[in-house]
């Protein structure tokens, strides 16, 4: 079993405006700079990074959580991780709680420099505009 990706990051926004950026395509879309389709239905399924990353929505609480089964297209075929975004209000903006879980064995260091580099900064930048 793989290690747990924790991580927490501060955003200069609303917990509405983090929860959207992550939940909306067309916004989704442009902070990453990639195509990305994403149901906002429980159940539905998502696709980013021009289809490099898909899965299914398990858990949806609008501008609070979102849980959703993961996985990235070179992973064995059967194998998801399981992702999981809690949003908390702070005066300066939002804490976002971060955690991936059950990634294949060796890739944590990727996948920990990966959420940095292709999701928190660019949505830092996205969100700061």
């Known amino acids: 079993m793989s290690r747990v990706i ?3 990051e501060i955003f200069k926004a609303t917990p509405r405006q983090v929860y959207e950026a992550l939940m ?3 916004k989704h879309s ?10 906002r239905e429980v159940g ?4 980013a990074y021009d289809g490099y990353i898909t ?3 398990l858990e949806l609480v609008p501008d609070q959580k979102i849980v959703q089964s993961w996985r990235a297209e070179d992973w064995p075929e059967n194998q998801f991780s399981i992702i999981e975004f809690l949003f908390s209000p702070l005066p ?3 804490q976002l709680q971060f955690t991936h879980s059950n990634l294949p ?5 990727e996948f920990t420099r990966g959420w940095i580099e292709n999701y928190w ?3 830092r930048v996205f969100l700061e505009k």
């Not at 539905?44 to 696709?47: A, K, L, S």
């Open 55 to 57: 899965g299914k929505n």
């Open 30 to 39: 442009e902070f990453t700079n990639s195509a990305a389709r994403i149901s």
């Open 92 to 94: 300066e903006g939002t």
């Open 6 to 8: 924790a991580q927490t």
């Open 24 to 26: 909306d395509s067309g």
């Open 44 to 47: 539905g399924e998502f696709m």
């Open 121 to 123: 900064e660019p949505l």
């Open 105 to 109: 064995d060796g890739t944590e260091d």
